[in-house]
């Protein structure tokens, strides 16, 4: 006889995400996987994301915390922490214990009063997302470095191990860290140039040939149609410094997509706590109704889009040499009234704030 379906589909989590994390479809679509497996208790596989400065990584991270918190039904679930490799890498506790801990302190948060067995319960069942793990490369430089190799050998312990213990408070506690999901994410910059320059010279591949590529704005760039998860291997891995033992225990690879013009666009005005959305409320306060022209937000992101090593991350920095003066002064020296007042930043004022970035000026001018 089969049994109750689980309530809880892998689109369904896509789509939740889907609605904060803009231009990772093919990502999210596996960390659903992942995050479905692991909520049922079906043997999940621990995931690698790799993926240029401000593609989303950790906007993901987030995602899949604030969506596991916000039902009530995966209440159980919900021990999610997000630490920095380089805090491993600092701890002297050793074995990673410092991230049982937090996960421990976490379950006592999300049920006040909750007993140890329920707490131990919480712990063993808990989501790990780890930042910036390529900080902890065994080697940089050609020189060992042994706070990385500390750190990635005190992660391997906890995913490979099924009973570990920890101490809180002088309180000596045994997991079972066996069904604990741990998800790395990093940038792996130099990663990325070593497989390009690879496959650019063609060694072990087919070489890359240049294409042209028409923006939105209609500019004209000729480019490589390079994407890195159709060229990494886990050797390249191993070469920058990730021991092979600790990348084995990531069964996923996830390589996160270059964001483009169009998904900069969405991710300025889009999410809930996008960079406009969060503009607006600002000057809402002041009775100001900020607003944007088409040809601006596209220009906006067609800059953003030349940064291609920044991400999203560039449209925060272009917007606000854009934005500046109008945010310390958002009535314009009127005073507040009830009526809203419209302020609205057009093409020509983004291509100002450009050119004077470009040509050396501190605020666009």
Request: glycine share 8%; net charge negative.
């Amino acid at each position: 006889m089969l049994a109750s379906p689980f309530p809880l589909r892998p689109r369904d989590v896509f789509e939740e995400l889907r609605r904060t994390v803009v231009g990772q479809d093919d990502a999210l679509r596996q960390i659903a996987v992942a995050v479905v497996k692991h909520l049922m208790g079906h043997p999940a596989p621990n995931l690698l994301l790799i993926g240029n400065s401000g593609s989303g990584k950790t906007t993901l991270m987030r995602a899949v915390e604030q969506f596991l918190s916000s039902r009530l039904d995966l209440e159980r679930f919900a021990n999610v922490i997000r630490i920095n490799a380089n805090v491993l890498a600092e701890e002297r506790q050793g074995y990673g214990k410092v991230v049982l801990g937090r996960l421990f302190e976490n379950a006592g948060r999300l049920v006040p009063g909750a007993t140890v067995a329920k707490r131990i319960a919480s712990v063993e069942r808990g989501i790990v997302f780890i930042d910036e793990v390529d900080k902890i490369r065994g080697r940089v430089s050609d020189t060992a470095n042994v706070r990385g190799i500390v750190a990635q050998e005190a992660l391997l312990t906890l995913m490979e191990n099924e009973n570990v213990e920890f101490e809180v408070d002088g309180q000596l506690y045994g997991v079972n860290s066996s069904g604990i999901l741990f998800a790395a994410a990093g940038a792996f910059e130099e990663l990325y140039d070593d497989v390009l320059r690879r496959a650019t010279i063609g060694a072990d591949v087919v070489a890359l040939k240049p294409v042209v590529v028409v923006s939105s704005t209609g500019e004209v760039r000729e480019e490589l149609p390079f994407h890195l998860r159709d060229y990494v291997r886990y050797d390249d891995l191993f070469r920058y410094g990730m021991t092979p033992q600790f990348v084995s225990r990531f069964e996923s690879i996830v390589v996160l997509n270059d964001l483009v013009e169009a998904d900069l666009a969405r991710i300025f005005v889009e999410p809930e706590r996008s960079i406009f959305r969060t503009s607006r409320e600002y000057f809402a306060q002041f009775g100001v109704d900020l607003q944007i022209t088409r040809g601006a937000l596209v220009a906006i992101a067609w800059d953003a889009a030349r940064q291609n090593r920044l991400g999203a991350r560039a449209l925060r920095e272009g917007f606000r040499r854009v934005i500046g003066e109008l945010e310390f002064d958002p009535a314009g020296g009127a005073e507040l009234t009830d009526s809203p007042r419209v302020v609205m930043i057009d093409e020509a004022m983004v291509r100002r704030a450009i050119a004077g970035r470009e040509q050396g000026s501190p605020r666009g001018k």
